[in-house]
């Protein structure tokens, strides 16, 4: 494993501090002791504040006398001599203590050429200033299906239902993908008690299950959208794009020598369809869709939490891969970053800048699909080119695909729509999203309803001139949003030549 590979160079090249960020201790103790079974040996430590310093392996009660202040502690591992391995498990409430970083950086000092390495294992990163220089922070990454395999095996032994195919078995794998060992080890077991087995029938509850725990983190959200492509009036160009790279993700690409998509960025008018076909474009590639919520990244709570929250969120993410990973106008996430930088003491822009650094450096398959209205508020590095494979402009429907939206949404409606002349219909809502056609037409149905009749044509007409559409109303952010996106962004409908007619 690349993880386990890096810790073990770092610990070889005496590295004397690193953060380790997990929730799984028992996993993470395992894989530290292995590696301190190199040459050279080490032997591994593990401070935590009920016992103070306890030797890995070793019963709880033979503890290093008078180790349970995390200062004393530090000041211990300074006076050993021999080649070891220091965990502090409880580290990261006491690490902004100037006395506790004080500490540590004397040990950092003390390892000079020495084979001692202290790392920091904690759920949460939170490196005080003082020791951001001296510190390599690391991800413990969630379990690979060959891990996920062990705890299947274990699971399918308990229960003795042994035969099960490679399929099952892979399928079932698959679907715990992105669970820590423990939870894994849990939605089995719940599996098996439901059903009183385990086979490829209980591959749903294996997902309901991860859906449940991955809500349960409450910043990623599993997203399942019934509308395929088809319900998406117009936007030819994207919709093209989109159906070109359905196999992207497949080895077949790959043996092609084509590159993983990284991601694309929709940009344009409110309610004109941006959100919609980005959901939709989960089935039309048949890979999950994860909703991130920016605004719920963000955490007063403690110095290092945003970063935290966002990493867990990416690293879950990237462990169901290949997914899309959803972030719906993300323009909102930066209203506060730019012009007032320092508003929340520069989270927001940390947050962003750990993102655009993901993004640059993620190889797993995970598609970001990013959605924005205000293109002004969005930091200017995020449209550089490179970042996003394409970055569409979703303008306002030219008559033709307010045509097909308005065939869209009344076929939604009613089976027989041939009472309806569109053409007319088109013509009356000049200037209206596909969100405002949709409003007007559920309007009309509305008011014949209430009369208790069958809503016709002119109903619809009514209710149209009855709206006054967003680009009337903001008429000038419309037009400056186009102006913009005219220069930077590829028009999402059809040709170009027809995109600069579309004036108002
Ligand atoms: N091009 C379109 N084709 C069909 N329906 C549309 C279109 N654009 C908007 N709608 C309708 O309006 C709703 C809101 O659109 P949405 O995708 O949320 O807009 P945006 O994200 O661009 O603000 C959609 O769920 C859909 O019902
Ligand atoms: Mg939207």
């Not at 909102?332 to 320092?342: E, R």
Request: hydrophobic share 40%.
């Amino acid at each position: 494993m690349v993880m386990k590979e890096e810790l073990s160079i770092l610990v070889q090249a005496q590295y004397p501090l690193i953060y380790l960020v997990t929730s799984e201790e028992e996993r993470a103790e395992q894989t530290i002791d292995a590696l301190a079974q190199m040459k050279p040996t080490r032997k591994v430590f593990i401070w935590t504040v009920t016992h103070g310093i306890v030797e890995y392996g070793q019963p709880r009660n033979v503890t290093q006398h008078n180790t349970v202040s995390p200062e004393a502690a530090v000041e211990w591992v300074i006076r050993q001599r021999d080649p070891g391995i220091f965990v502090f498990k409880d580290l990261h409430p006491f690490i902004d203590s100037p006395a506790v970083t004080r500490w540590l950086r004397d040990a950092i000092a003390s390892f000079k050429d020495t084979q001692r390495t202290i790392i920091l294992m904690s759920p949460v990163q939170t490196v005080p200033i003082e020791l951001e220089k001296e510190v390599i922070v690391l991800d413990y990454p969630l379990p690979d299906m060959a891990e996920l395999n062990q705890v299947l095996s274990q699971q399918l032994e308990l229960s003795r239902t042994r035969r099960v195919t490679t399929e099952a078995r892979e399928k079932l794998l698959k679907a715990a993908l992105g669970l820590t060992r423990d939870e894994a080890e849990k939605v089995y077991r719940k599996a098996q008690v439901t059903s009183g087995r385990l086979t490829e029938a209980e591959v749903d509850i294996v997902l309901s299950e991860k859906k449940q725990l991955i809500r349960r983190n409450g910043i990623l959200e599993y997203i399942e959208e019934d509308e395929t492509l088809d319900s998406v009036g117009g936007l030819e160009e994207l919709k093209h794009w989109l159906r070109q790279r359905s196999n992207a993700f497949t080895e077949r690409a790959r043996e092609y020598g084509l590159p993983q998509p990284k991601g694309m960025m929709i940009l344009g008018v409110p309610g004109c369809g941006k959100s919609l076909i980005a959901k939709t474009t989960s089935r039309l590639w048949g890979l999950p869709l994860l909703r991130l919520d920016m605004g719920r990244v963000y955490d007063g709570s403690m110095v290092g939490r945003s970063e935290a929250n966002l990493r867990n969120a990416l690293r879950t993410a990237e462990s169901i891969s290949p997914a899309i990973l959803f972030i719906d106008e993300i323009d909102k996430a930066f209203a506060g970053s730019t012009g007032s930088a320092d508003s929340d003491g520069g989270t927001s822009s940390r947050i962003f800048g750990s993102f655009l650094t993901w993004m640059q450096e993620k190889t797993s398959p995970v598609f970001v699909m990013a959605t924005a209205n205000r293109v002004e508020r969005l930091p200017g590095e995020f449209l550089r080119k490179g970042r996003f494979d394409e970055i569409f402009f979703v303008d306002l429907p030219s008559s033709d695909e307010r045509k097909e939206i308005f065939g869209i949404h009344l076929a939604k409606r009613r089976e027989d729509i041939s009472r309806f002349d569109l053409d007319q219909l088109v013509m009356v809502c000049d200037g209206f999203s596909g969100a405002e056609i949709e409003q007007a037409l559920v309007a009309a149905m509305y008011e014949a309803f209430a009369q208790d009749r069958e809503f016709t044509q002119l109903d619809i007409i009514a209710s149209i001139r009855a709206t006054l559409p967003l680009s009337k109303t903001m008429h000038e952010q419309v037009t400056a949003l186009r102006d913009w996106a005219r220069q930077r962004a590829r028009p999402a409908a059809s040709s170009v030549a027809e995109y600069q007619r579309l004036e108002f």
